[in-house]
Nanobody, 115 residues
Framework: QVQLVESGGGLVQAGGSLRLSCAASGSISTINVMAWYRQAPGKQRDLVATIIRGETTNYADSVKGRFTISRDNAKNTVDLQMSSLKPEDTTDYYC?????????WGQGTQVTVSS
């Protein structure tokens, strides 16, 4: 059974940086899209960034220029480098992998940015 395991969340001061990582365990078919979402309690899950297999990236306007998504197709991993963090970036972050037949979600990792 495939599981996505996230790491790298934590507490950081405003203006600081964090790097989130997500790795797939188990056998998984070709991952077309890797993405990061975030969701605050009681709110919808919002897209933060995506990267398709050909390395094309897309970012939410709120994180453009501050966050960078990258992937390693050989290792089935995706990272999110977050810089110039703001208190409003505080929430839970989830990785997402999409193959031709399934969508997988990580368990979430918490990011807290103090002012």
């Amino acid at each position: 059974q495939v599981q996505l395991v996230e790491s790298g969340g934590g507490l950081v001061q405003a203006g600081g940086s964090l790097r989130l990582s997500c790795a797939a365990s188990g056998s998984i078919s070709t991952i077309n899209v890797m993405a990061w979402y975030r969701q605050a309690p009681g709110k919808q899950r919002d897209l933060v960034a995506t990267i398709i297999r050909g390395e094309t990236t897309n970012y939410a306007d709120s994180v453009k220029g501050r966050f960078t998504i990258s992937r390693d197709n050989a290792k089935n991993t995706v990272d999110l480098q977050m810089s110039s963090l703001k208190p409003e970036d505080t929430t839970d972050y989830y990785c997402n992998f999409r193959t031709d037949v399934r969508t997988y979600w990580g368990q979430g990792t918490q990011v807290t940015v103090s002012s």
